[in-house]
Structure formats: structure tokens, C-alpha cells
């Protein structure tokens, strides 16, 4: 007779297609939940992207500016160019093990993973300069990098988080001062309410300092906070920063370090023009002695 439908041949078919059917179902549900990871750890992690996440807000970029050494810089989005040279900075201070809390270098779809999952943007040179140690640093090279990002998901996704590098040899120019007070402007105008950053080492002075300095608020102490490269045997407080950036008046925006250059400017032009303007006024007053002098005789 003719086997029926459901018969044992049918059976064993499908007891081989099953596992392999389950196998394939598990792996989607995998992938979905490692997605969903990502976006609720939205501080750490993320989709790749390019660091372009809603730019389009930001009708004025890119922002000029001057550094306190007088070189023109601009704060831009990263170029599709930049993503590797800004991969290899971030895994150049992941080696230095002082500053941020990964351990293992990242490959390029991981740091747009990280970096690049929303708004990214580089401190660019506009012209050719030097660097701390005056060696010749042509235009286009990149001084700083930072990003902008939900540091939690969903309904708290209104604050953000940044993370900020300057290139070393570019230290002590005031790239960080202005990459901080471009990121208050930035972030309100992406329409984030605040900004909180969850570990600022405390043996980061330099990052503690400018937090301070730009009006962040310090509202905890993370006790042993990190494993940090040179102090073995011992675990490094860590302190959390906060602002309202619905209190920041960005419509009055001026780079910090452009106005310290209005002033250093002004001052060499009085340098340079004083000793003029004191031989004149010299020569003034001789003239009107003389004059003086010959009406009375």
C-alpha cells in the first residue's frame, strides 16, 4: 500500500530538518538580543554609523576657531577618511590604560560601533603649524575627537555622554577646552537635556579640571572604580560630572580659546603700536613747548 502521509520516512525527514531550523531560529534570536544590548548599553556600545546622527540639526558647522599657539582649526564631522586615523587614536589611549575603561584595542566596525554610533566630530587644522614639540604638523591633521551620545536608553535617552581625546603631541594648545565648550552648544542644539559622564578617573586632573572649569556639577564618587596602567595594586576612585543644558546659554556661543586669541592679539598689537603712539605724543608736546615758548617772546 501506498505509506501515509506522516509515515516514519516523513518522520525522520523532519527530525533531520528541525535541529537545523531550531538552530537557525536561536541564531536570530542571538543576533536580536546582542542588538538590543546595544542599544540599551548606548553609552559603550551602539550600531556603526559614521558619527553623522542628526547633523542635520546643526545647520552652522563646521565652527572656526583659533588655538592659544594662534594656529585656525575647525570642529567638524568626522570624513570617511578620518575614521581609521581616529581608530588608531582611540586604540593608542586604550593602550595608555589611564583614562578610559576598555582594555582591548578595537577594529574599525567596533569603534563606529562605539565612537561613531551617532554624532562624532575631530578638531581638524585649517593651515600648517607645529606641534608641542615644534615639529611640522601639516593642515588636515586631526588635533582632538569627540562624540556625542545617549548615555541611557529610552525614556532617560534625553542626557547624553561624551567621550573626548586630544592627540598628545597636540596637548596643552587648548584643543580640550575647545572641544568642551563646543560639546555644550552641540549637545543642547541635538536636543539633549544633559549631559552625564559616568567615570572621570580622579588621577585625571586635566579632565577634572575642565569639567570644572566649564560648570559641571560633581554628584558622586565611584569608590575603586578602576584597574588603571601604573598603579598596580591599586583601584582608582572614579567621579561622575552632570550639567543642565537647558540652562546653557549657547545662543551667546564663543569658543573659549578664540576669545583668549582676541585678547593676545589685542595685546600684541599694543606692543607693537605703543612705542609709536608714545613717540607721537612725545613729539606733541615737544611742539607745543616750542610753541609756547616762541609766543612769549
Not at 546643526?58 to 577618511?81: C, H, M, W
Not at 562624532?120 to 588636515?140: C, H, I, K, T, Y
Not at 598628545?168 to 539633549?192: E, I, N, Q, S
Request: proline content about 5%; charged content about 20%.
Amino acid at each position: 500500500s501506498e505509506p501515509l502521509a506522516g509515515s516514519d520516512a516523513d518522520a525522520r525527514g523532519a527530525c533531520v530538518e528541525r535541529p537545523a531550523l531550531a538552530g537557525r531560529a536561536q541564531d536570530h534570536h542571538h543576533q536580536q538580543q546582542q542588538q538590543q544590548l546595544k542599544r540599551m548599553a548606548s553609552c559603550y556600545g551602539g550600531t556603526p554609523g559614521r558619527g553623522t546622527r542628526g547633523l542635520d540639526a546643526l545647520d552652522y558647522l563646521n565652527i572656526a576657531a583659533t588655538l592659544k599657539n594662534s594656529r585656525r582649526v575647525e570642529v567638524g564631522p568626522f570624513q570617511e577618511a578620518e575614521h581609521e586615523p581616529g581608530r588608531l587614536l582611540l586604540n593608542e589611549i586604550l593602550a595608555e590604560g589611564l583614562a578610559w575603561p576598555f582594555v582591548e584595542p578595537q577594529d574599525l566596525q567596533q569603534f563606529r560601533g562605539y565612537f561613531l554610533s551617532h554624532a562624532a566630530f575631530v578638531v581638524r587644522a585649517l593651515e600648517p603649524g607645529v606641534d608641542a614639540d615644534g615639529r611640522p604638523s601639516p593642515a588636515g591633521d586631526i588635533l582632538g575627537m569627540f562624540y556625542i551620545k545617549p548615555n541611557f536608553p529610552g525614556r532617560c535617552d534625553h542626557i547624553c555622554n561624551g567621550g573626548f581625546i586630544t592627540v598628545r603631541r597636540f596637548r596643552r594648545a587648548g584643543v580640550a577646552v575647545l572641544m568642551g565648550t563646543c560639546f555644550l552648544r552641540l549637545a543642547k542644539d541635538l536636543g539633549y537635556k544633559a549631559a552625564y559622564f559616568n567615570l572621570v578617573f580622579k588621577t585625571n586632573t586635566a579632565s577634572i579640571g575642565l569639567w570644572e572649569r566649564l560648570g559641571f556639577t560633581r554628584l558622586a564618587t565611584v569608590p575603586s572604580a578602576a584597574r588603571l596602567k601604573g598603579y598596580e595594586g591599586e583601584l582608582i576612585d572614579a567621579y561622575q560630572y552632570w550639567i543642565d543644558l537647558t540652562k546653557h546659554d549657547h545662543t551667546s556661543y564663543k569658543p573659549r580659546s578664540s576669545l583668549h586669541m582676541l585678547s593676545i592679539r589685542a595685546a600684541r598689537q599694543y606692543c607693537v603700536f605703543a612705542p609709536y603712539g608714545l613717540a607721537l605724543a612725545l613729539a606733541t608736546a615737544a611742539a607745543l613747548g616750542l610753541h609756547r615758548r616762541r609766543s612769549r617772546t
